[in-house]
């Protein structure tokens, strides 16, 4: 046999060398689970999508840190909708069509969630929404689960804490899109069962500035209270305006507010603010044997050790999502069809945002322990009791 030169051997072993980088990344994308997020990174609702995508982030890493799922790391596809349908529906088709992402978790908002849906449903893909209205899971969509808390415990919580004390009368002012209608119909439609009458319901649009007619309009029909249903930065102008106007009466505000972000906006309008929140805001005010409290504490200081931000309940929403679908992934060998199944099956699961108990009829898994009852007391969160 003729020997080999060493020029050729090395060119054989550069050339073997050379082949392997090219394969090596292929394999190691075979090798990994894909999964998207969708969030409203920029734009009105960045107070909604930035954590979430920075806490999907966060997690996945800390997942791969501990060995993946099934001995396979975690792959995250991230796209920002600006809380834009039409662009939260694009980038579900390239999730699905180009990048093949065996699951989802967003979008952020409720208009974005109920636009992007159908696609999802279509492809049969598993959907973890972050965001709060009522359509999003009811009526039960078989791919379709969602993480924040609804908008019917919300209700309830408000109401209940009214009911207390003696709080009959309420106007009601909500944001012209999907989540304050869900929230207008709940108020509506749970008003009766507390004892409560809604006496004036007025809306905004979610880019309005100024909605001192509005309130002028509730305040003349005499109610013991209003409620505001919207997110940012509708609430906080709603809570300048009742200031400006010298409303003396409580202001309850929607869980949509739930974060630093609604105190910066309303400034000192926001003092005696009252609202339903996940246990986040108050985790340091918990009970010891509150069993969100070492997940939330947990959460808390690995979102501000990695970020140097303080966090808000929305991330939350992610972060849970992807803890859920991670347990959901393993064992499945991938199959989108059994990963379904075992979210659905998710049970006595300890998140940022409750407990959750997914089932056949309930694909938010959550109940009203969800919430507690906060007020903003000079720039920062109270537990009310």
């Not at 809604?198 to 003349?220: P, S, Y």
Request: hydrophobic share 40%; proline share 6%; net charge neutral.
């Amino acid at each position: 046999m003729k020997k080999m030169s060493i020029k050729t051997v090395l060119l054989s072993a550069t050339l073997c060398f050379t082949i392997s980088l090219l394969i090596l990344p292929r394999a190691w994308a075979e090798s990994t689970w894909k999964i998207g997020g969708i969030f409203a990174v920029t734009g009105p609702a960045s107070f909604l999508g930035d954590p979430e995508k920075k806490s999907m982030e966060m997690i996945v890493e800390t997942i791969n840190k501990n060995g993946g799922i099934d001995g396979r790391p975690l792959e995250a596809v991230i796209y920002d909708t600006e809380a834009d349908p039409t662009k939260a529906v694009m980038a579900v088709s390239k999730l699905i069509n180009r990048d093949k992402v065996m699951a989802i978790i967003g979008p952020s908002t409720t208009p974005t969630s109920l636009a992007v849906i159908p696609g999802a449903q279509r492809a049969g893909i598993p959907l973890i929404s972050c965001a709060a209205g009522n359509g999003i899971t009811q009526p039960i969509k078989p791919w379709i689960f969602k993480t924040a808390q609804s908008d019917i415990h919300a209700v309830a919580a408000i109401y209940n804490h009214m009911k207390k004390i003696g709080h009959t009368k309420v106007g009601i002012i909500t944001v012209s899109n999907a989540f304050g209608e869900s929230g207008k119909e709940q108020l509506e439609s749970q008003a009766p069962d507390f004892g409560i009458t809604v006496v004036r319901a007025e809306n905004f649009g979610a880019k309005d500035t100024d909605m001192t007619a509005q309130l002028t309009k509730i305040r003349g029909e005499k109610p013991d209270a209003i409620v505001c249903w919207g997110t940012n930065p509708g609430p906080a102008v709603v809570s300048r305006n009742a200031r400006q106007l010298n409303i003396d009466i409580p202001l309850y505000q929607s869980h949509g507010v739930a974060s630093p972000k609604f105190i910066d906006l309303a400034g000192e309008a926001a003092e005696g603010i009252l609202l339903p929140t996940g246990k986040i805001l108050v985790a340091d005010l918990l009970p010891d044997d509150d069993p969100q409290k070492p997940v939330l504490k947990t959460y808390i200081r690995q979102f501000q050790e990695k970020y140097n931000s303080p966090v808000s309940g929305f991330g939350g929403y992610a972060y849970d999502g992807v803890r859920i679908l991670a347990d959901a992934i393993k064992g499945t060998g991938g199959d989108l069809a059994k990963i379904r199944e075992k979210i659905e099956s998710t049970r006595d699961h300890v998140g940022v945002s409750g407990t959750f108990n997914f089932s056949p009829e309930d694909h938010n898994g959550l109940d009203p322990s969800a919430f507690v009852m906060v007020r903003i007391e000079n720039g920062t969160w109270k537990l009310v009791e």
